[in-house]
Nanobody, 123 residues
Framework: QVQLVEFGGGLVQAGGSLRLSCAASGNIGSIASINTMGWYRQAPGKQRELVATATSAGTTYYADSVKGRFNISRDNAKNTVLLQMNSLKPDDTGVYYC??????????????WGQGTQVTVSS
């Protein structure tokens, strides 16, 4: 099986920076390709929302609320995705989840989620 393992997160003051990383681990040999990797977040009492995504071809998408402040990047060879978060605001507080759509050598396509990592931005 393949899992997504997240690193990073923590507590930072407003205006600060954090970097999140996510790597696919486990039965990597069963992966044919990872089409899209991205990050979502969920604030207390709110629905999970899309933050940023990146395709294997390098196309990126950002939520309007993070444009110009966050940068998503991928290392396809290492099956990893990074989220560099700058100029953080208290509204960025939440649990951040890594997501990947993985195509397996068996031709199956599955959606995977990481365990989530807490980001807290103090004012």
């Amino acid at each position: 099986q393949v899992q997504l393992v997240e690193f990073g997160g923590g507590l930072v003051q407003a205006g600060g920076s954090l970097r999140l990383s996510c790597a696919a681990s486990g039965n990597i040999g069963s992966i044919a390709s990872i089409n899209t990797m991205g990050w979502y977040r969920q604030a207390p009492g709110k629905q999970r929302e899309l933050v940023a995504t990146a395709t294997s071809a390098g196309t990126t998408y950002y939520a309007d609320s993070v444009k110009g402040r966050f940068n998503i990047s991928r290392d396809n060879a290492k099956n990893t995705v990074l989220l560099q978060m700058n100029s953080l605001k208290p509204d960025d507080t939440g649990v951040y989840y890594c997501h990947a759509t993985i195509q397996y050598t068996s031709d199956a396509i599955r959606s995977h989620w990481g365990q989530g990592t807490q980001v807290t931005v103090s004012s």
